[in-house]
């Protein structure tokens, strides 16, 4: 079944169709990778050289785990871990030690992706089940949020800190995160649109633009390299739910804050839309994006965190198989017959 | 997914599909030549759906062009003509375009002739009674020539309890490259309306919708321009999508209807020609020619002068590429049919037969192979598929032998057009699995 590469001058004998897109898994993956570099980008001017300490550690341990154990010799130019590696380390904040951005990652490959079968066998979103493991083993390091410092240069936490010991006193100011800040502050401020927009907030590497985030994401749709069903039911959900549930007066939060605080963004564009994790009919994909968003307003008004995109994913992660079971395509030649001809009307 | 949105045109199509690099170009404004008679013609006896054909001649038999070499062997079955005046050298095994060694009349073509056929009474189409015109187009060997190769005249009869009320025309050539039915349009469009004619008269009904892919205007118009006034004849020009040209996607975009699963055409008072069938059904009751040859697209960028040509079936494919100017250096993949559904060939010494609509001499760039990946579960095959199934799960019971579950996925009702396999981004064989599948699972049910 392998394609025999035909040399100069051999004849290949290949089954029909003998050509192709010019798209492929590769490419899809590294277009990927290419539209997140303005959000990386972003993320180093606000948080300075720890930003890029965190991705740099986190992507580590992706390669790596997917180098040493994957199980396709080559795995890794598929630019599938490099992706795994960049959003992991996208929702960490950036004062992270870097020892455990580097666990993180190679959990994420291990067990959200190797142990599965590699590529295209995993259930759950690796980079999210890294995180989700962080946030299990790390509670404190994970949601210390440094804000923007006036030194550029120093680092935003104690990033060098060794393994299992307690990080040092930092000197960078930490701050509680916009969703936090109206979830659990003492005097709750509502933090400005705009500036959530523009990413000029405390949060994860990540989670701070909105806009370059929107890009990316609109780059990619218009390319077909996402399904834009996923983050626009999404977003549709988030922003129905929680206005429905803030013009009942039972949540804090209005639509327009939801939309653009948190994860929400790279979560629906980036996160939620991994092929490998989402339904394959369109129909699904409005069932899963607009469940994620139903989960995600609940988490973040009546749940113990103030964020929830990362479990919402999660667990609609786990509902695909049945998602996918339940959309299947109707079989053709048994839909309902229009007995008008469309002949006449063209000649 | 945008793009997708971009090239909707508004006319009628169905739904799904692929929008493929078209390539016709290369030929579609070449007037067909008629290809000089080779030395040696090889028919082999199986250019049809069907039994093969029984031969009727031994080695040392003298034959002109026009003459019955083999009849039809039941009622699935179609006859073979000598395609050029010579003589039987002998019947023996020869490859075949479909990869085995099929039993084949080889004739040395006469040098000396002046290959005109042999003076015949014809009958007037008028005159032959409406169910006698099937059996002469029966005896005139004419299978479809839109690929399949199956005989017409069982089509031209169908159940009685399923009367057809609409013949349609198939003359959409989706597959890239070919310009073959294009130029038959263009250069014979009056065989074509006496053609349809013909096959109106022997099913009894008035209505023939002719359907044309709208990146094919001239031929549109000269449709609609020679079309008789005494039946109703309507040119409906399509949307440019792969595959429009199959059976049931016309249909759909003609109608709005859909086939049901497993049943033929006729289920819904339909029946689908080509126009390059019925171009030959009428040059049975013009001049009494069988059908022993036909317009091929020979195109590609690994041929030196791509066209379209006259050729008899049983040309050789290497006098085919001789006579094109040979290949050029950069020759990688040779495929008769088109780049979708076309068969690759694995040797020179191959006839071309009744169903080559073309013979595509693709160079490196255009067929590049990439490495098979993983699935990724990315859908792009659902969104592809025509008639609906979902590839990506069937490719996986596939790889794993689950044929039965294979069947209840409906795979009976996948065409092997190809488009999940163009599509797939992991370049995974989803149609050659099928294909596979469809054999391993009728050997199932065999057993």
Known sequence: MKAREAKHGTVKITAAPHVRTADSTTRIMWSVVLSLLPVVGASIWIFGPSALLVLVASIAGCLLTERLFGERGNSLADGSAMITGLLLGLCLPAGFPLWMAFLGGVFGIGFGKIVFGGLGQNIFNPALLGRAFLQAAFPVAITTWPVRSADWWALRGDNFALPFMSPGASDAITGATPLGNVKFGDDPVITPLFDLFLGNISGSLGETSALLILLGGIYLAIRGHLNWHIPVSILVSVFAFSGLFYLLGLSPFSPGFMLFSGGLMLGAWYMATDMVTSPVTNSGCWIFGVSIGLLVVIIRIWGGLPEGVMYAILLMNALVPFINRATQPRKFGSASDKSEPAAEKGS | ?447
């Not at chain 2, 799904?16 to 007037?31: F, M, Q, W």
């Not at chain 2, 030959?280 to 036909?294: C, K, M, N």
Request: hydrophobic share 40%; charged share 20%.
């Open chain 2, 1 to 447: 997914m945008v793009s997708r949105l971009l090239q909707t045109s508004g006319l009628p199509s169905f739904k799904n599909g692929v929008h493929p690099p078209e390539n016709k170009d290369l030929t579609s404004a070449i007037p067909s030549r008629r290809l000089p008679f080779p030395a040696e013609i090889v028919l082999p006896l199986s250019q049809h759906i069907g039994r093969p054909a029984q031969a009727l001649v031994k080695p040392g038999d003298r034959v002109e062009r026009g003459d019955v070499i083999a009849e039809a062997s039941g009622y699935i079955s179609s006859f073979v003509h000598a395609t050029a005046a010579g003589t039987v050298k002998s019947i023996e095994h020869w490859p075949h375009p479909a990869g085995a060694m099929q039993p084949s009349v080889r004739i040395e073509v006469d040098p000396h002739s002046t290959q005109l056929q042999r003076p015949r009474l014809v009958p007037h189409w008028d005159e032959v009674p409406e169910e006698q015109l099937s059996e002469e187009i029966s005896k005139a060997g004419i299978v479809g020539l839109g690929g399949a190769a199956f005989p017409s005249h069982v089509k031209l009869r169908p159940p009685e309890d399923q009367p057809v009320d609409v013949l349609m025309v198939n003359g959409c050539e989706c597959e890239p490259y070919l310009t073959s039915d294009h130029r038959t349009m263009l250069e014979r469009p009056e065989h074509v309306h006496q053609g349809i004619r013909i096959v109106l008269r022997a099913l009894g009904i008035r209505r023939a919708v002719i359907g044309i892919e709208s990146n094919k205007p001239d031929a549109i118009e000269i449709m609609r321009d020679t079309a008789p006034g005494d039946l109703d004849i309507s040119v409906q020009p399509l949307e440019v999508k792969y595959p429009q040209g199959a059976e049931k996607m016309l249909i759909k975009a003609v109608t709005g209807r859909e086939v049901p699963s497993g049943k033929l055409p006729s289920a819904i008072g339909a029946l689908v020609q080509n126009v390059a069938t019925t171009a030959s059904v009428a040059l049975v009751f013009e001049t009494g020619q069988p059908l022993i040859e036909r317009i091929m697209t020979v195109s590609g960028r690994g041929i030196r002068q791509p066209g379209n040509w006259v050729i008899p079936f049983g040309t050789k494919l290497s006098d085919v590429i001789a006579a094109c100017g040979g290949l050029n250096d950069d020759a990688a993949e040779i495929v008769f049919g088109g780049p979708m559904m076309g068969q690759s060939q694995a040797s020179l010494d191959v006839p071309v037969l009744k169903a080559t609509g073309g013979i595509l001499v693709l160079s490196n760039d255009e067929c590049k192979r990439q490495d098979i990946l993983p699935c990724i579960r990315c859908g792009k095959c659902l969104e592809a598929c025509p008639v609906f199934l979902n590839p990506q799960l069937m490719g996986a019971l596939a790889r794993v032998d689950r044929f039965e579950e294979m069947a209840e996925n409906n795979l009976g009702d996948c065409m092997l057009c190809g488009c999940c396999s163009y599509v797939c981004p992991s370049n995974i064989p989803l149609s050659q699995l099928f294909a596979m599948s469809k054999i391993q699972l009728s050997r199932l049910q065999a057993a």
